[in-house]
């Protein structure tokens, strides 16, 4: 009588796309995970999730439902790639909630604990990129975080680590969400709509094409923290002792181009 969810699973260099939005009121998800542990969802392209009816929210993915030990790294998440509308948040713990009975345990007082985002471009949102609802002890390492609202951590059962990450928006605190972060190089929006200041593209070759080629190496190399859990860069290079701000380590190594944006010029 007991719900049996699927343990340790890898979802790998996949891409997920809708080519319009969905004219439904049910979840358009591309990765919904409920109740299971240490799944790892890494080096996959997940763009244009949309859903056209009912609260108009959707998610390149979560995992939740009491789960743990559940990994984001390496992706690319381009919330509005070749469509737009809609609410798109970028990845996230803990979702919308998610009801006892689907939950593991039927326990869902906490809907992740453990968790680990690392090394992910998340882009395009008209939301946050990061979503942490009653995501418990969550790593949050070297990522991007570009034409975003940034990170929430929300509701008291929500703690963070953040470091190391490129972040155009703000770390949110909501309804007692805790966190602590260092060496994040965060970079301010204003206006609504997605009329976000151009300091990117002050850092960066073309970020609006995911070309993060460095004009600007001061900022970026050599100005992370060391931390035991920052594994591969973006591209599946070695990080260094010190690492650099953001997915890319730049080194000898050239960097690796994740999706074609010219598809999306009129």
């Known amino acids: ?28 998800v591309p990765l919904d995970i409920v109740g ?51 609410t798109r948040v970028g990845l996230s713990f803990g979702g919308g909630g998610t009801s006892k009975s689907a939950s593991r345990s039927r326990d869902n007082s906490v809907e992740h604990t453990g968790g680990l985002v690392r090394n992910n471009v998340v882009m395009n949102c008209p939301d946050v990129g990061l979503y942490l609802n009653k995501a418990r002890e ?50 301010s ?15 960066f070759a073309d970020p609006n094409r995911a070309d993060f080629i460095l004009l600007d190496r001061d900022l970026i190399v050599d100005q992370g923290i060391g931390h035991d859990r920052v594994g591969l ?3 599946g290079n070695p990080r260094f002792q010190q690492p650099d701000i953001g997915p890319f380590e730049y080194g000898e190594h050239p960097l690796c181009k994740g999706l074609d944006f010219s598809v999306t010029e009129p």
Not at 1 to 28: E, H, K, V
Not at 147 to 173: L, P
Not at 189 to 203: A, P, R, S, V, Y
Request: with cysteine; hydrophobic share 30%.
């Open 36 to 86: 299971s542990d240490n799944w790892i969802v890494h080096g996959n392209i997940i763009a244009d999730f949309s859903k056209g009816r009912g609260d108009q929210i959707s998610y390149a993915g979560f995992i939740k439902g009491n789960s743990s030990h559940g990994v984001f790294e390496n992706n690319l998440v381009v919330c509005e790639y070749s469509h737009s509308g809609g």
């Open 138 to 187: 969550t790593t949050v390492l070297n990522n991007t975080f570009y034409r975003t609202m940034g990170v929430d951590v929300r509701y008291e059962e929500s703690t963070a680590e953040i470091r190391n990450n490129i972040i155009q928006g703000k770390i949110r605190s909501r309804d007692g969400g805790t966190f602590e972060e260092s060496h994040n190089l965060k970079l």
């Open 233 to 235: 860069d973006f591209c």
């Open 189 to 203: 929006q204003e206006g609504l709509k997605g009329l976000f200041k151009t300091e990117m593209q002050d850092i």
């Open 1 to 28: 009588g007991q719900r049996i969810f699927p343990d340790g699973a890898l979802i790998a260099d996949n891409t997920f796309y809708n080519t319009s939005i969905r004219n439904i009121a049910s979840p358009t």
